[in-house]
Structures are given as C-alpha cells and as structure tokens.
C-alpha cells in the first residue's frame, strides 16, 4: 500500500504544459496564469487483504487451508477490485 501524488501545470491560456514551479509568463503565449493539477493515487493489495483475512478466520476455527482456496481468494480479490473501480466515478463526482 502506498500513496502517490502527482503535480502538473499548464497555461491557463494556451494550454502549453509546463512546471508547476514555473514563475511568469507562458513561455508559448507569453501570457500569464497557469492551472495546476494533482493526482492522488492509492495502492492497495487486495489479494494480500484478502488472503490475511482469510488465514485468521481458518485459524480462528482450526481450519487448515482448504486447497480450493488460493484461486478462490484471487476471484474474491477481482471482484472486490471490480466493483471499487465500478464505483469510482460515483465517489469522485
């Protein structure tokens, strides 16, 4: 797991990307303004959240690892990531 951001900056006027550091005027237009952009970005390892849970709940219940279970887990972890992804754009409106 771990975040990410990242930062980009073009002319308000033209379009032209630049730095976000970038001070004056477009070096395109010559005009000045510049809109700036962040990127946050989250990664998480279902498949590890997944199979941690999993190994607690077996143990809790001295279950051994049924042999059934790593290509269930790998399914349950794509259809948790399926329906957060289908539900992005609905949290970030």
């Not at 395109?28 to 607690?56: F, W």
């Not at 790998?74 to 259809?79: E, T, V």
Request: charged share 15%; proline share 9%.
């Amino acid at each position: 797991m771990g975040l990410s951001a990242e930062q980009t900056a073009k002319c308000s006027h033209c379009g032209y990307p630049f730095s976000p550091t970038h001070v004056g005027p477009c070096p395109n237009c010559g005009k000045t303004g510049k809109t700036i952009a962040v990127s946050l970005a989250e990664n998480l390892n279902i498949q590890h959240l997944v199979n941690r849970s999993a190994a607690g709940t077996f143990s809790a219940y001295n279950i051994p690892t049924p042999n059934w279970w790593p290509e269930a887990s790998k399914a349950i972890a794509r259809n948790i990531t399926d329906e957060i992804e289908s539900k992005l754009p609905e949290l970030l409106a």
